[in-house]
């Protein structure tokens, strides 16, 4: 099986795909966490990404793709694959298209997060993750049960993202707006796109996604 998580920023494509992650032992393949991860460890592609991602722009679409490519030429070809913030552009869909075809995958669902903008910004600013393990936290929403300790691996160092702040997150939604809701008609052209609400509380945006992956 192979899906996308497509919905804006804060839309709960990470938080979903965790579950996912968990419950079916698929992988995630988050275009944003490998880009997080090569400005970490100062990469070359990672001190180009840096200053784009700062600013809530989009990366080039030869990096992401090339990143993809790799991610599923490493893993094993029966697990299942969940791109979660790729593609981003209509040139990153036909990059993927050639790509799954490659490796002779197919794209079984795209399943859309709709989500109300004022309430992404909410969510974007109160995110923060174990700096250890990578559990992610909101001050609002998602507290870990012992104030300051991570419930996943006790941990009790914590980190926000760069980009997490008000005046990105426009940037970003921009971006999403402009680039890549347009790519949506390409997919809903073939018949794979679940639309689901993701305003409503993460257990019940995990049972609509997985009422999507029950159709097989
Ligand atoms: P990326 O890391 O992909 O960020 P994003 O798309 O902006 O999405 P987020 O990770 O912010 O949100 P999410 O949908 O995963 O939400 P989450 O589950 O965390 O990209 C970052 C940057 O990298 C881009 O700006 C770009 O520069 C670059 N990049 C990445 N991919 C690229 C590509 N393909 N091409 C070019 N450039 C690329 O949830 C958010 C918060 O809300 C959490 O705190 C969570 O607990 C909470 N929450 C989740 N669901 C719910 C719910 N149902 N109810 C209440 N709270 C919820
Ligand atoms: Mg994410």
Do not use: W
Not at 31 to 55: H, N, S, Y
Not at 67 to 74: G, K
Not at 195 to 205: Q, S, Y
């Amino acid at each position: 099986m192979n899906i996308i998580l497509l919905g804006p920023p804060g839309a709960g494509k990470g938080t979903q795909a965790a579950r996912l992650v968990e419950q079916h032992g698929m992988r995630q393949l988050s275009t944003g966490d490998m880009l997080r991860a090569a400005v970490a460890a100062q990469t070359p592609v990672g001190l180009k990404a840096k200053a784009i991602m700062d600013a809530g722009e989009l990366v080039s679409d030869e990096i992401v793709s090339a990143l993809i490519d790799d991610e599923l030429t490493a893993m094993g070809e029966h697990v299942g694959a969940i791109f979660d913030g790729y593609p981003r552009t209509a040139a990153q869909a036909e990059q993927l298209d050639a790509i799954l075809a490659k490796h002779g995958r197919k794209l079984d669902h795209v399943i859309e997060l709709a989500v109300d903008e004022d309430e992404l910004v909410r969510r974007i600013v109160g995110r923060y993750s174990c700096a250890a393990c990578g559990t992610g936290y909101h001050d609002e929403f998602r507290q870990p049960a012992v104030a300051g300790v991570c419930d996943k691996c006790g941990g009790t160092e914590f980190k926000r993202r760069k980009d997490d702040n008000e005046e990105t997150v426009r940037t970003r939604m921009t971006e999403y707006r402009a680039k890549t809701a347009p790519i949506l008609p390409l997919y809903e052209a073939r018949g794979i796109v679940r639309r689901i609400d993701g305003m409503a509380p993460i257990d019940a945006v995990t049972a609509s996604v997985e009422a999507v992956l029950a159709e097989d």
